[in-house]
């Protein structure tokens, strides 16, 4: 069964949020962290992962990103408040 994830990630002052979709956190999250694709999460130095959730359908993933896109900051600072309070960087975390 295929996996899809949302998710965000920002800055280490957590000052800039992104949000975006992905069939691999894991790999998205190196990606980030290398800045291997320029754009908006290498110029803002997004690469720490606060918040994920998993699909198993792409359209219901690809949904979920484009309603997420259309949140306010505080709404999505509410997401990573209540799985995540200490906004920790969650990369450690899909390691094990």
């Known amino acids: ?43 803002w130095n997004c690469n720490k992962i606060v918040y994920y959730e998993t699909y198993y359908d792409a359209d219901e993933a690809i949904r979920r990103e484009r309603q997420l896109k259309r949140y306010l900051r505080k709404w999505k600072e509410e997401l990573i408040d209540k799985k995540n309070p200490d906004w920790k960087d969650l990369f450690e975390e899909m390691l094990t």
Do not use: C, P, W
Request: no cysteine; aromatic share 18%.
């Open 1 to 43: 069964m295929q996996t899809f994830y949302v998710y965000i990630i920002t800055n280490k002052n957590n000052t800039v949020l992104y949000t975006g979709f992905t069939d691999d956190v894991f790999r998205r999250s190196l990606e980030h962290k290398e800045k291997l694709y320029k754009g908006f999460t290498a110029k």
